[in-house]
């Protein structure tokens, strides 16, 4: 796990069982089946950031305080405010390493098949742009829901609208560009035994489209994407593309080096690297969300204080490229 011993540790720490068992899956190469590996995972729910968004959750299996009345609150169910509202503490649940063996988990998938994947409602997910299908698939697949059929529809939406280039865009008639990165995290939450043909021609196709732009050259440089966020919601960085190229096969592509060289400079001298600002971060002149009124930012971490998600992220990366140290 690289040579800073005391990163190795901190990693480790109870504090975080989510930081601790991925660290002890992903980086030390212990079996899911390890003992260690399974008491982590079982405390997960129990103790740091995931026990915390759960203390909240409603006895119905979302954090709303009521079920809307009105067409304009169930448009907005489940989503607004972001990003904290029930599909972005699910999306950030899934992350950390929830599954549907928790009944709560069970319960708040439920709610989101019940009020956004129903083929008879005006608000579902099928219609959306690939963000929001690519995030809905990451989440109810790495919740253990990827056999169900309304999962997969989200999965065959996602082959259909990827473009030409192997990009995804959520504008139509639009060649693919780095922002929406969702899909193919999508693909990525699905092992590779279960993935379809189409799938892994999606990934390749995908890999392709971000290594042939460097990770970050896309006719401008964007400062946000050299800042290392989590959670990440819908926005792109380095590190998000990073870690979905090294995991998808792109590894040891020489066309990484510029971002491995950034994320190599942003390491601190003690080893660790360090949480970006809070989302929404976006460059000048950018406006994603014109809406302040519907945006409730979701701190794990401190800001620019060193950061245990994306140290291990950060690692992950350089672990897949065969340079942890």
Known sequence: MGAYPAVTEWLLEEDQPSVRYLAL????????????VRATRARIA???????QLASLGPKGYWERREPRTVAQWIDFLYRPSFTATFWRALLLADLGLDRRDPR?????????DFKLQLSSPFNFFHEEACMAGNT??????FGFSSDRRVRKLFD?????QREDGGWNCAQGTPGTLDVW???SAFASVPEPERSPAMDRAIERGVAFYLERKLMEEGRRYPPWGRFHFPTYFFYDVLVGLDLVTRLGG???????P???????RRRPDGTWAMGPTHPDLGRGVTMHPDPSKVRPLMLEAPGAPSKWITLTALRVLEHVGSAD
């Open 137 to 142: 698939a990451r989440m109810l697949t790495r």
């Open 46 to 52: 129990r103790r740091g950031w995931a026990a915390d």
């Open 259 to 265: 971002a491995l060289e950034l994320l190599r400079d």
């Open 182 to 184: 969702e899909p193919l």
């Open 25 to 36: 899956t992903e980086l030390a190469g212990r079996s899911e089946n390890a003992a260690e």
């Open 157 to 161: 939406w996602l082959i259909e609208d």
């Open 105 to 113: 988990i069970a319960r708040i998938a439920e709610r989101i098949f």
């Open 251 to 257: 590894a040891h592509d020489r066309r990484l080096r």
